[in-house]
């Protein structure tokens, strides 16, 4: 990849900088529940998905591992949110399509929150 878009789309996640977030993202972008669960698609849902998370005070995510193949990112995290329950924990997997320099897909499972 001539630049890393998954890596600048997380520093803008725990930026919370939405302009820098959405620069990384093909303007068709696609993110999924894993497998098959659409979740957005293309710059208006992925902003107002992401402008709604961005207001959570405690925010973070750490990224705990990372691989390449390809044009194909797997990033493990552990994220920081703020719940209706309280702050907590949750384990992420997020699998990443690139091209041209952008994110064109992504799939997503999430564990179940620890408080």
């Known amino acids: 990849m001539s630049r890393d878009p998954v890596k600048a789309q997380l520093d803008a996640y725990n930026a919370k900088d ?6 990384c993202w093909a303007p068709d972008a ?3 529940a894993h497998p098959d669960t659409l979740l957005a698609k293309g710059h208006d849902d992925i902003r107002n998905r992401h ?9 973070l995510a750490r990224l705990v591992s990372r691989l390449v193949l390809g044009e194909t990112v797997v990033d493990t995290e552990i994220v920081t ?3 209706p329950e309280g702050r907590g924990e949750i384990d ?3 699998i990443y399509e690139v ?6 897909k992504a799939w997503f499972i999430i564990g179940a929150p620890r408080f």
């Open 18 to 23: 939405i302009d820098a977030f959405m620069a």
């Open 30 to 32: 696609e993110i999924y």
């Open 99 to 104: 091209g041209d320099g952008l994110i064109r």
């Open 51 to 59: 402008l709604l998370r961005f207001q959570e005070p405690d925010l």
């Open 81 to 83: 949110r703020n719940f």
């Open 92 to 94: 992420v997997v997020g």
